[in-house]
């Protein structure tokens, strides 16, 4: 009698996402942004896809996105924005819309720390997106001040370091899987956001 062995192993696909001159983010999963521009990040990364972007954030924040402020990266058009009254609603809408598969980006702005089993919860959901419906959809996280889910595939944190003379930000890739910790220096000239230099930055967990 045969017998069939079952893999355990998650569905991960193993292209990534390139965002900004070779950075790249794990497509079917779930990746933290955090630091004051942590909306910039995701909207250059949302530069970088095609097709429709949905962004999840709290109907009772009223500091939301401007369409002026969007279009130097992408066209407002593209953009569904899905407010829930409730708290528990944010992480439940983005999980869905995840599993359904129908979008390549989903963002999901959230007022705090989420806890492990709702991040893994999103992993699967992404997971079963691109086993089932043939797309891999990428979830990235919006958290306030250092950020620090547990489960992530990777934590990114971004913020402004504009001079006189140059329109900059500092942005450090903080804890990923398969690379290690690292900074660069992400300008933005004539429409183009570019990478000056890089070094790694003190340790975060």
Do not use: Y
Not at 33 to 60: S, Y
Not at 174 to 195: I, L, Y
């Amino acid at each position: 009698m045969s017998t069939h062995l079952i893999s355990r192993r998650t569905h991960r696909p193993k292209q990534g996402l390139s965002f900004l001159d070779g950075l790249s983010l794990a497509r079917a999963r779930a990746h933290e942004f955090c630091g004051p521009a942590r909306r910039t990040l995701a909207l250059i990364v949302a530069r970088a896809t095609e097709g429709p972007v949905f962004w999840v954030h709290p109907a009772w924040n009223h500091d939301r996105l401007h369409a002026k402020g969007i279009l130097q990266f992408i066209n407002p058009g593209r953009i569904t924005f899905v407010a829930p009254k409730r708290p528990e609603d944010l992480l439940w809408c983005t999980e869905e819309i995840l599993r359904a598969g129908c979008v390549p980006l989903v963002v999901c702005e959230l007022p705090g720390i989420p806890g492990l089993t709702p991040v893994r919860r999103l992993h699967l959901a992404a997971e079963t997106a691109a086993r089932e419906r043939k797309m891999s959809p990428l979830g990235l996280l919006l958290i306030p001040g250092q950020g620090g889910a547990q489960g992530v595939e990777s934590r990114w944190h971004m913020k402004p370091a504009h001079s006189e003379v140059r329109t900059q930000w500092r942005l450090e890739r903080r804890r990923a899987r398969t690379d290690p910790p690292k900074a660069w220096d992400v300008t933005h000239s004539r429409g183009q956001f570019t990478q000056v230099g890089s070094d790694t930055p003190p340790h975060r967990i």
